[in-house]
């Protein structure tokens, strides 16, 4: 019978991921959340196991579910790309939330997954791995931009799991100093800087609660 894991504590999780942590504090300082007095005292269903093994590759978000809208409209304009703004404005992926939790966010595309197809990038997850919507790449891009100056993302954009209305699936990136750009292509096409993005998958017990 497995054990189950009581998680660990948000210090600890800080302790171990350095720079590539988001926690309640800084989505609260950052992106405008009140976060639930519940809230500020999280245990995180990780172990300290998986935090080091994924610490250099991975950055750990405290989410609070923010639509793509919502996070726009928190922090400086010219952090979204004012050219970008007809991939997306009245998108319904734009204006998705979701629940409160905690994810770890690859930093990089998936490997290999520049240059190939929307299947082939799929084949290239491993288990424990899945392709995150286009509001958990944003939150974690611009979050941690705001939190330590480092632009994920900055010649490249990575699929995420959302489609436009048109039936293109939504990309994200190009993160330079002319803001976050989207943008959307056919999911045969091979370009070679299209990745993949890539989320821990996140379990029931997750929740940011």
């Not at 611009?142 to 990575?158: D, N, P, Q």
Request: hydrophobic share 35%.
């Amino acid at each position: 019978m497995a054990v189950h894991d009581p998680g660990i504590s948000q210090e600890l999780a800080q302790k171990i991921m350095k720079l590539n942590f988001f926690g309640i504090e800084e989505a609260a300082r950052y992106l405008q959340v009140t976060p639930t007095r519940n809230q500020r005292h999280p245990v995180i269903e990780c172990t300290e196991r998986q935090l080091y093994k994924m610490r250099d590759t991975h950055i750990l978000v405290a989410d609070f579910g923010l639509s793509v809208l919502d996070i726009r409209s928190r922090v400086q304009r010219e952090l979204f790309s004012l050219k970008a703004r007809s991939g997306y404005d009245g998108e319904e992926f734009a204006t998705q939330r979701d629940t409160p939790n905690w994810r770890l966010v690859r930093k990089l595309p998936v490997k290999n997954s520049p240059g190939a197809t929307w299947d082939e990038q799929q084949d290239l997850l491993a288990e424990d791995e899945e392709t995150p919507t286009a509001r958990i790449m944003v939150y974690t891009i611009i979050g941690h931009f705001l939190h330590v100056g480092e632009r994920l993302f900055e010649a490249m954009y990575v699929r995420c799991s959302d489609k436009h209305t048109d039936g293109r699936r939504v990309r994200v990136g190009y993160f330079d100093i002319e803001g976050l750009g989207f943008s959307g292509d056919e999911d045969g096409s091979r370009v070679c800087d299209v990745g993949l993005g890539s989320v821990w998958k996140k379990r029931k017990d997750v929740v940011l609660s």
